[in-house]
């Protein structure tokens, strides 16, 4: 058969096609759609076969879906930490989706309007404006899936190697390689076929494609015989492909989205409970029946890009635990009793378990993985689910069994008695209020740390001086107060945690005042996030010291300047809790300008911020690992630190990075090149300075 050159502004849909191989086209097509749907609903099934989650996924669903749209679409988190994965995966997301229309404007041309009209709009303009597009799209995706090819095997990137990389992720990355060139092939030698219709130029990559292969000495007549070889190819392809969506690692197209639009906005920050009717030995993740559907769904859309393995402390640390592995550990159980396998313990210490309890262990509940995971998924409620299994099960480290006992018994880690929890106020010259006595606009809630502490005792004295000298209205609950709890919740001790909350709040509920103000971010985050949803008559505003000191700052209760300790370069360790968990990141850095110094930035700043090692129980225990978390963040501060001077001290608004750090000095071999001190401690300086004073006392001590 001989086919003419083109004359109409327009190509051939089927060329070269016969009516029978059009038909078994659509019969193929028929096919490969049923197997999709099915794979879908069959996803669908399992998913409603899982367990009830604790918070509502589906309410606002046009708010959850337009949040999921910006944040899937623009490729936000993405570009987070990683600029060339950001490109890359716009690239081939744009280019796809550009793709996938482009073939879905031809089939309704072909088959809707051309029967309902008898005319077809895939002519003249519109078809050149098409082609144009779907040929730079299209670029733009082979260019993006040539960029993860380079990473993946050129590079190779560790995070895309692991042990759960397999073939799939070799057929997936592949598969959309030719597809994309594939297409580019097809399009050339259908336009060296047809001899290179002039209107043909707006697909400018064919065209390019079709010289070369002129150039290479392919005529007409041959290139109509490889045309069909090479439309079915890609055609066969392109159906196996759309077949195997619901089954291998495509899905995470469909469950990525699905995902983002059920994720809690508050998830790590506030915690599931546990149903009050649970028995013991049903606490936490006992067996497969115990995955919630949204569970099911994070390990479906997870796709192994491995940027919570890099974000993550414990794992940079040497420790045993890398989020990605336990999330997709999680996932091959799950997909093995799908397929008959034998059940067993989901985490133990030690054995035949899938996670062990070490992994557990070292975690540091400070939400890397999660605030780096493109497809929010929610570690830390996995984690601390498993958590609550070791503690029920008493497979808990010594350590943490002992900080338990000692809250449950004192209600403060340390094991020292409660009456000694004011005795930090001695050493003041003023008294601290007593919030139990008088009415006070602020409830301060000072922690253990602060109250037990020698280190941290310095920044309860610095604090409570700096709200005596500004006038402000403040108490204390002096032996009224119990921990937090945060910590104690996600190491899994969520029966302790209710009796703490029940605690603190009948205290509270004695006193007269209008907000909270906390030392410590972990207590900051308890008492905003999760005290409220254990009781709803717990709406006092809270607040962050820092936030506090930001506002009598502005309002020049505090008398400073802004040059009091300018010779000074400091950097300052943005806390997991007040930052990543809370997006509290200014506040604190406006207080240190103020006092004059040089606020010098680490290169992992803000919501990148680098743990220190001693959240969800880290504070606690002592791991063997390569290099401690808080070592390696005073390296980070003094070696890789731009500022105009040498950086002299480690700013911290947190009494457990100040403990965390304070040993990293030690054991880091920083003690003569860096000095750790609070934000407090460093405008109480700022404050003798002002008044000419030296020696006082507030200045850091010893952490011994």
């Avoid at 594939?182 to 259908?190: F, L, M, T």
Wanted: glycine content about 8%.
């Amino acid at each position: 058969m001989v086919f003419a050159a083109q004359a109409e502004v327009t190509r051939e849909t089927f060329w070269t096609i016969s009516p029978v191989g059009e038909a078994l086209f659509y019969g193929l097509a028929v096919i490969a759609s049923l197997v999709f749907l099915y794979g879908v609903y069959e996803r669908v099934v399992r998913y409603a076969r899982g367990g009830p989650d604790p918070f509502d996924r589906l309410s606002d669903l046009p708010g959850r879906t337009a949040r999921a749209t910006k944040e899937v679409f623009t490729n936000e988190k993405q570009f987070d930490r990683d600029f060339y994965a950001g490109v890359m995966h716009s690239f081939i997301l744009w280019g796809f989706l550009t793709l996938l229309i482009g073939t879905g404007i031809i089939a309704i041309d072909i088959d809707i309007w051309r029967r309902v009209t008898g005319s077809s709009f895939f002519v003249g303009d519109f078809y050149l404006s098409y082609s144009f597009v779907m040929d730079l799209m299209g670029l733009l995706f082979v260019v993006g899936v040539g960029m993860a090819i380079w990473r993946r095997y050129g590079v190779r990137h560790p995070r895309l190697w692991g042990k759960h990389t397999s073939f799939e992720d070799d057929a997936f990355v592949w598969t959309l390689f030719l597809l994309g060139v594939g297409g580019y092939v097809i399009e050339a030698i259908r336009i060296v076929g047809t001899e290179f219709p002039d209107f043909e130029t707006v697909s400018f990559v064919g065209y390019f494609v079709a010289l070369v292969f002129q150039t290479a000495g392919m005529n007409a007549e041959m290139a109509q015989t490889l045309y069909w070889f090479g439309w079915w190819s890609h055609a066969l392809l392109a159906l196996a492909f759309v077949a195997a969506v619901p089954y291998a690692k495509p899905l995470h197209m469909l469950t990525s989205f699905a995902n983002v639009v059920t994720a809690d906005e508050k998830a790590g920050l506030r915690l599931p409970k546990v149903p009050a009717d649970t028995p013991p030995d049903e606490i936490g993740y006992v067996s497969e029946d115990d995955f919630s559907w949204k569970a099911l769904l994070d390990y479906d859309a997870c796709t192994k890009c491995g940027r919570c393995s890099d974000a993550c402390p414990a794992k940079a640390s040497g420790r045993n635990l890398d989020p990605r592995d336990v999330i997709l550990d999680l996932k091959t159980y799950r997909d093995s009793l799908d397929a008959g396998g034998e059940s067993v313990d989901i985490v133990a210490d030690g054995g035949t378990s899938v996670i062990d309890a070490e992994s557990m262990e070292s975690c540091m509940a400070c939400m890397a993985c999660m605030d780096a995971c493109p497809v929010d998924i929610e570690h830390l409620t996995h984690f601390t689910e498993m958590n609550r299994r070791l503690t029920e099960t008493g497979q808990q480290q010594e350590p943490v069994q002992e900080a338990m006992m000692n809250i449950f018994q004192n209600g403060n880690a340390f094991g020292d008695p409660q009456r000694k929890r004011p005795d930090w106020t001695d050493d003041l010259d003023f008294e601290v209020p007593d919030a139990r006595e008088e009415s006070v606009e602020f409830l301060w809630y000072v922690g253990d740390y602060p109250s037990y502490d020698e280190r941290n005792r310095a920044v309860a004295r610095s604090l409570a001086r700096i709200l005596e000298e500004s006038g402000v209205s403040y108490g204390i609950l002096y032996e009224d107060e119990q921990h937090d709890g945060n910590d104690v919740r996600r190491v899994g001790e969520e029966g302790l945690y209710e009796m703490l909350v029940e605690d603190n709040i009948d205290a509270m509920d004695d006193c007269d005042f209008d907000k909270i103000v906390c030392t410590d971010p972990h207590s900051y985050n308890t008492f905003k996030n999760e005290y409220p949803e254990m009781d709803e008559s717990f709406d006092y505003p809270v607040y962050h010291y820092t936030q506090l000191v930001e506002t009598l700052v502005n309002d020049g209760r505090l008398g400073l300047s802004g040059t009091e300790l300018s010779a000074q370069t400091v950097t300052y360790h943005d806390p997991c809790h007040l930052g990543r968990y809370n997006g509290e990141y200014e506040a604190p850095r406006e207080v240190i300008r103020a006092t004059g110094v040089e606020l010098a930035e680490m290169p992992r700043n803000r919501d990148d911020s680098f743990c220190c090692g001693g959240g969800g129980g880290g504070l606690w225990l002592d791991h063997e690992e390569e290099s401690k978390p808080s070592e390696e963040r005073l390296r980070e501060a003094l070696e890789d630190t731009d500022s105009t001077g040498a950086v002299e001290r480690f700013v911290v608004a947190c009494p457990m990075c100040a403990t965390m750090y304070e040993d990293g000095r030690k054991t880091g071999g920083y003690e003569d090149d860096l000095d750790v001190i609070d934000i407090s401690e460093l405008i109480v300086e700022a404050l003798d300075e002002k008044a000419g004073v030296t020696g006082t006392g507030t200045t850091p001590a010893s952490a011994d």
